[in-house]
């Protein structure tokens, strides 16, 4: 039995290859998850270790507001002058040094453009001086107010030299400043990790990153000899009491190079999840290819059973060529994917400006999870295929026989319980029912469904098909194609679904993104009520700021009525933690906003008085002459009164704060900009004056309404497209389906296309038909993939109307596409099944037995 | 012996083929399935391909409907020469002047009985003249039956329908490989009997080849083939003088001289 199922293995090489390499794609996906996140996990502990190499002690403030990565940056508490002193009169120290080193300086570059990073931070710092691990390549240290240094791959991307001035935005708007050097790293690097530094002297740095003279934002002191770093921690932290955090520096370079790794296990994540989809794909198509095999073997499977096999030693031999080929694929998906993890890696320390990799590692979760995931998926997606192989009787081996067409009741009625049971998950989590397993529910959902209607395929296919294929039943080919494609619901079913699968998820996220556009986009329509509005992009975790003085220079320009600009941070009200909001001019919360108050009188602030939107003070209790204790990300805690509340909408932020607020905030420039125009006013005219005013805020540009929503909608665009093109990926898969499914239908109609060519069939004729069924079986996927994809975003976009997503839209252009590019795919995919079936030798198929 | 049949005038064949040599593989493994047959099948008649199994029927009639090659020799369908056809060439010889009638497997079974009749004509773009379809629809006697998928029919009546495929193009000449090979007497009786009145009352040409004596005995000529070879023929056979000759065949030491 082993040696007949090695040999039938090895004649159909080709074909399990085909399928075979959805799995190779699949686990290139996870064992390439893993390298990746080993090998940048190791590169940053080293850049790191090294970065924190000539620290034995740091001494920081604790923050105000404490935040994860992903609310944005959090802002130390500053440490006084004094600390340093009293961390150098601990014993067993032998020097100590005050340093600022904050996120949040920005180079203007000679374009007049900002010098964005994508991830790694802008660090604003004090010049130290040189030393083992900082070198001066060029100039001099900076010893004047108005003179910088900044480090090589700074100057490179700014295209800026020893010598020139440059502007830099920090706390405060642009400066001008003198580059007097450019320093780099030890080893001949010029950035540690892609992090670009701008050092100041002492005092300017102090000011410009910290806000206020005689404070670091922390101190480092070295141990003398003899004294070990942990042990004099101790010795800090016991000195300076309970207000500051006191680390090794081996736990700054922990501390640090775990936040990056939460990160990249993100990306982990990203990763894992397409390898999910490129595997639930490759499910279907391994399926297929064993029941088709099953099918076309059933002569010689029913010729072992006559000559004694046992009904499980049928199953055995189909599932030992599973084993094989998950095998197979594992170890080719493992190469693949140790590639892929390295090339990925490279890439990613390219952006990051330079990032030096450690070696190449394979952990064993690569290999294992290669290994798992290649091989059960196969043997799981072969078991039916062999367990109706054990049911053929041996007297099919003497029996012509007709696939007899087996009644589609059972997978009818097994498909619509699975389709409920995923119906009945997404019910459950998108509508909030499923606390905290949501995300669980709603991919179970998701899952649920695509199997429960791949199930009830066979039964859509007939009509569907059929229906279809009068489209092309035009020629004789035409309509001997899609009765091809009709005649095996199951078989075209899978081979569908397959694409279904790819098409239904981009269909879905193009729904629920589309729609969250519309509905932004009609809400800013109908509210904001302001002609020209402030803002940059974001690159980064930093949002772009501009100078204050802009607001009231523009508030001066003729024809303009109201300007306002709004300020953002992260606080905590009474120890929550919630997003606050600052106007520069309270009054545009009714005048632009559309904000309608519900209690209390929201047109007008005094400093120690706040606002609520409708749906915090429910949340949080509160009311009108209600106080509330605020810490915002610097100064210290305060106490502001309720004076109003006004109706939550999209575009209200949860607390407004007085414009005094704002110098308290992390970042106390406003974010974004508001000019409302008098009657009249020509915003042509208006419009350039206030771009004047932003020459020094190059993070900002002026534009009109309809492109500020068109700008602010068009951030949804970039994640669109990435999802879009990865998962492209499982269109692929499901196009390598569709060409294995023809090929096999071809292999087993070859006496049948013998036939139609003894009877005068020509060759473009024979392709012409092969290319039909195609089309047909691959439009049949995509329409289903349109269909199922917009029920489920429609289902998100439901359930996110509380979250203001309200208006559904349907993206009919790109579905349109997706059928026109299933068409496509249809073609491309027959190519080579049908030049294999034109080339039939007709005698051959004839006597083929 | 060498009998070369010679029956009929040269005008007249709808088939002939002129000292055909076919020999496949090389070497030790090479076998020679036909050794220079010369053979005419007149227009309008029905002939028998006879011989024990292996001396080359299949061969030779697949030579003659220009599905093989030859490896020596001229082959010509009515005034075409096969040999030296490329793929259009004998693809538009199939559509215009061959008709197939083989064994097993002769129809598509996604098409329906009438479907499969009208299969030929349709590829080649051409209109079934009514009355001759009516006609053929009557003697093959599947009226009832035109809407059946070939899942649904009878053996034998599926090698009616076959039959009516290849009538209702009209061709020069009919090729029938073994119609009756996989059919009981009956049915086989059935095919055989409209075979032969589609030769006497429409002229249809049809070669035949069968082993079997008592399917050879509807045919108006037989021709003996041993070891690819043409050693013998025989004009309105019977079944008998049919098995006559066979077993004369069998018996070497009467052949071959
Ligand atoms: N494709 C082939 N390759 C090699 N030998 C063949 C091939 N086809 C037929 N033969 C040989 O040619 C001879 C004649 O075969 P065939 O015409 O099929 O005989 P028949 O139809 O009379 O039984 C046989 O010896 C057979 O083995
Ligand atoms: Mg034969």
Partial sequence: MFRATLKSLLARKLRLLLSGLAVVLGVMFVSGAFVLTDTLGRSFDAVFSDAFSDVDVNVAGKPKVALSEVEGEQVAAPVPASVVDRVKAVPGVADVQGVVNTDGARLIGSNGKVVTSFGPPQLGENWLGESDLVKLREGRAPQADDEIVVNVALAEAAKVKVGDRVGVLTLAPKKEFTLVGVF??????????????????????????????????????????????????????????????????????????????????????????????????????????????????????????????????????????????????????????????????????????????????????????????????????????????????????????????????????????????????????????????????????????????????????????????????????????????????????????????????????????????????????????????????????????????????????????????????????????????????????????????????????????????????????????????????????????????????????????????????????????????????????????????????????????????????????????????????????AVLGIINTLALSVLERTRELGLLRAIGLRRAQTMRMITVEAVVISIFGALLGVVVGTGLGAAVVRALKDEGITDLVLPWGQMVTFLVLAAIIGVVAAVLPAIRAARINVLGAIAHD | MIVTATVGQQAQAAARASDVWKVYGSGEAQVIALRGVSAEFERGRFTAIMGPSGSGKSTLMHCLAGLDSVTRGTVMIGDTTVTGLGDAGLTKLRRDKVGFIFQQFNLLPTLTAQENILLPLSIAGRKPDPAWYDTVIDTVGLRERLGHRPAQLSGGQQQRVACARALVARPEVIFADEPTGNLDSRSGAEVLNFLRNSVREHGQTIVMVTHDPTAAAYADRVVFLADGEIVSELIEPTADTVLDTMKKLDAPAEVGN
Wanted: proline residues 5%.
């Fill in chain 1, 184 to 733: 780099g790293y030890s080893g001949g690097r010029d950035s540690v990790g892609g992090v670009n530094e701008v050092a100041f002297t002492t005092p300017v740095a102090q000011q410009l990153m910290l806000g206020k003279p005689g404070v670091f934002s922390n101190v480092t002191a070295q141990a003398a000899g003899g004294t070990t770093p942990e042990a004099l921690r101790d010795q800090v932290a016991r000195s300076l009491g309970a207000d500051y955090e006191v680390k090794t520096g081996k736990q700054l370079a922990d501390d640090a190079s775990a936040g990056l790794k939460e990160g990249l296990s993100f990306f982990n994540k990203i990763l894992l999840g397409f390898a999910a989809v490129a595997l639930l794909v490759g499910t279907f198509l391994i399926l297929n290819t064993f029941s088709i095999i099953v099918a076309q073997r059933t002569r010689e499977l029913a010729l072992m059973r006559a000559i004694g096999a046992s009904g499980r030693q049928v199953i055995g031999s189909v599932v030992l060529e599973a084993v094989a080929v998950g095998l197979i694929a594992s170890v080719l998906g493992l190469a693949a994917g140790i590639g892929v993890g390295a090339l990925l890696a490279y890439l990613f320390g390219k952006l990051a400006g330079g990032l030096t990799l450690a070696g190449l590692g394979v952990p064993p979760a690569a290999v294992i999870g290669a290994f798992a995931v290649g091989t059960v998926i196969t043997v799981v997606a072969a078991l039916l295929p062999a367990l109706r192989a054990s049911r053929i009787p041996p007297i099919a081996a003497m029996q012509d026989v007709a696939t007899p067409d087996r009644p589609l009741t059972k997978v009818t009625v097994g498909g619509s319980v699975v389709t409920a049971i995923g119906a009945g998950l997404l019910f459950l989590g998108l509508g909030g029912h499923a606390g905290d397993n949501t995300l669980a529910t709603i991919l179970g959902g998701v899952l649920f469904a695509f199997i429960g209607v791949a199930l009830l395929t066979p039964l859509i296919s007939r009509p569907v098909v059929a229906l279809l294929g009068t489209i092309f039943a035009w020629s004789v080919p035409g309509k001997l194609g899609r009765l091809n494609s009709g005649r095996n619901p199951r078989r075209t079913a899978i081979t569908a679904a397959a694409l279904m699968v790819g098409i239904a998820l981009v269909t879905g996220v193009t729904v629920i993104l589309d729609s969250a556009k519309g509905s932004i986009s009609a809400l800013a329509e109908d509210t904001i009520k302001a002609e020209l509005v402030i803002s940059g992009a974001q690159a980064g975790p930093r949002p772009p700021s501009f100078d204050p003085a802009v607001l009231e220079k523009a508030a001066a320009i003729p024809g303009v009525r109201l300007v306002d600009g709004e300020y953002g941070d992260m606080a905590t009200l009474n120890g929550e933690r919630t997003w606050v909001a600052a106007s520069s001019d309270v009054a545009a919360l009714e005048k632009i906003f559309g904000a309608k108050a519900t209690a209390g009188d929201i047109s007008r602030l005094n400093p120690d008085q706040m606002l609520l939107s409708s749906d915090t003070a429910k949340s949080r209790n509160l009311a009108v002459g209600s106080t509330v204790n605020v810490q915002l990300s610097r100064g210290e805690a305060r106490t502001y009164t309720v004076s109003g509340i006004y109706e939550s909408s999209q575009l209200t932020n949860p607390v407004v704060l007085p414009p005094q607020a704002a110098t308290d905030f992390a970042i106390p420039q406003p974010i974004q900009g508001f000019v409302q125009l008098a009657p009249g006013t020509s915003v042509a005219a208006v419009q350039p004056q206030v771009e004047r005013l932003l020459a020094d805020s190059p993070e900002v540009s002026v534009a009109d309404r309809a492109a500020f929503i068109k700008q602010q909608t068009s951030q949804l665009d970039t994640p669109l497209r990435m999802i879009q093109i990865l998962l492209a990926l499982a269109i692929v898969i």
